[in-house]
């Protein structure tokens, strides 16, 4: 396992600097020269030529790119630009909010959507079986800005369920009174094509010869779904839930800015309008490198769940 581990990692290290070539590449030829940015349209070549010194992108590209990989390895990408707050503090203090509403969401959804997936596929074929497909379809055809917008309207403003927006100061507060509904948005935008996913993963294990083996020795429907089938469905559903964790954090940013959390996804919408590029470097370079984590993760659960799983 020790072994395994480490070779993971160590095949890690191309990818990652293939991500820092790339986001190098995009931010120094692409995203335009910062010094005109930070400037102002006010500003005369004596101050462009300064803020290019401080900023050291006065250096040949080789030595920009080793500052930008030593500020990678250091987790100091320096000050935000916009608010002169440390890029790594930013990071932390927008974490907490996003984790809150990210964890609560993730084990409900993943829970409810296992759940109603294997109810659905015991009366596979049947009207139920059609009609939770349809609504289904349906919930996936209607954009998350109708439900924030109707959930916002009705249960926040008109029966005062909850806030319309804000963040406290306290972990208890924000987790049942502030992110309670963002988390409630989020699973009925995403229960449905988790549904549909898990539904498919299900009923692939329903056709195979051990469960039919099970039901020629008499065991009963209900356990073999919830324990012979669940075990094996698992697999690909531990493989979707894990390669979503990341885009969670980053696609959550209409909720967060909608509810005023001051969290990543938020935090990136803030900075991409203020060309704060330290920040969105950052965040670029720390959330492809949790994909990864999160990909060598999704590894050891499956041998987790299934010991007969060999890892290579």
Not at 60 to 84: A, R
Not at 220 to 233: M, S
Not at 288 to 311: E, G, K, S
Request: proline share 4%; with cysteine; aromatic share 12%.
């Amino acid at each position: 396992m020790t072994a395994y581990i480490l070779r993971r990692l160590w095949q890690m290290l191309p990818t990652m600097l293939g991500v820092i070539v790339l986001v190098f590449f995009l931010f120094n030829w692409v995203g335009g020269d910062p010094a005109y940015i930070l400037a102002g349209k006010m500003s005369n070549p004596q101050q462009i030529a300064n803020i290019r010194t401080q900023l050291g992108i006065d250096q040949p590209y080789y030595i920009q790119l080793w500052i930008f990989i030593k500020q990678i390895v250091t987790f100091n990408f320096g000050n935000s630009w916009s608010t002169g707050e440390s890029v790594a503090n930013v990071i932390m203090t927008r974490l907490g909010p996003s984790m809150t509403v990210l964890i609560p969401l993730t084990i409900l959804e993943t829970l409810i959507a296992v759940a109603l997936a294997l109810a659905v596929a015991f009366v596979r074929g049947s009207k139920v079986d059609r009609a939770v497909m349809v609504a289904c379809t349906v919930g996936m055809s209607v954009s998350i800005l109708v439900y924030i917008i109707l959930f916002q309207y009705w249960f926040a403003y008109k029966l005062s369920l909850f806030p319309v927006q804000g963040w406290g100061n306290s972990f208890w507060e924000n987790l049942f009174h502030y992110s309670a509904l963002p988390i409630l948005i989020m699973l009925a935008v995403s229960i449905a094509p988790s549904l549909r996913l898990y539904r498919t993963f299900v009923l692939d294990e329903v056709n195979q010869d051990y469960v039919r083996t099970a039901r020629a020795k008499g065991v009963k429907e209900r356990r073999i779904l919830w324990v012979h089938v669940l075990r094996n469905a698992a697999i690909p559903i531990i493989t979707n839930v894990m390669s979503n964790l990341p885009a969670l954090l980053i696609g959550a940013f209409l909720i967060e800015r909608f509810f005023s959390i001051p969290g990543i996804g938020r935090e990136v919408i803030l900075a991409v309008e203020r060309s704060d590029f330290p920040v969105i470097k950052a965040i670029t370079i720390y959330v492809a490198a949790a994909t990864m984590i999160f990909n060598l993760l999704t590894d050891l659960l499956y041998q987790a769940v299934d010991p007969r799983v060999q890892l290579k």
